[in-house]
């Protein structure tokens, strides 16, 4: 081993390695945590962004289902429709409005919020358009629609 005296060799290992020990983490310690510290963050925002996608990609599964959904009671319906038609002046204001937003070229407008309405408008053409301003301005009157069948009418 070393020509050095036991007693300095212990003196090293009780003293003067914890107080080296010290002094380094002393001066490397903030580097230490910021490492951590930016891995945690990175880590963190990776698993939020991966989450905001899987929140996304089933909100939209979630949609799909639920308009796959209502086209089969809309056929359905339909159907039951065809045996009994709805007499306006039989009926009440919201069987009448929901048979004429039957009509409209959107699958279960009447439940759908303004957002999700103005998603499909630009798909449409100016006659579907046309009916659903008509059925909008008489019935919810929701200014966003509105204001974008006016805008994509426009162009």
Avoid: C, W
Wanted: proline share 5%; glycine share 6%; aromatic share 4%.
């Amino acid at each position: 081993m070393s020509d050095r005296p036991a007693i300095e060799r212990v003196f090293d290992l009780a003293v003067y390695a914890p107080l080296g020990l010290v002094l380094s983490l002393r001066a490397h310690l903030p580097r230490q945590v910021q490492q951590g510290r930016q891995a945690l963050e990175n880590r963190v925002q990776l698993a939020r962004f991966i989450g905001q996608i899987a929140v996304r990609e089933g909100n939209k599964a979630v949609v799909k289902r639920i308009e796959a959904r209502r086209g089969d009671e809309l056929v359905r319906s339909d159907v039951t429709a065809s045996h009994s038609p709805v007499d306006p002046a039989a009926a009440g204001p919201e069987t009448v409005s929901s048979a004429l937003a039957a009509d409209l070229p959107i699958l279960g407008y009447e439940s759908l919020a303004a957002v999700h309405v103005v998603e499909r408008l630009g798909s449409l053409s100016d006659d579907e358009l046309d009916r659903i301003h008509r059925f909008e301005a008489t019935h919810r009157a929701r200014r966003t629609i509105l204001a974008k069948i006016a805008q994509l009418q426009a162009r």
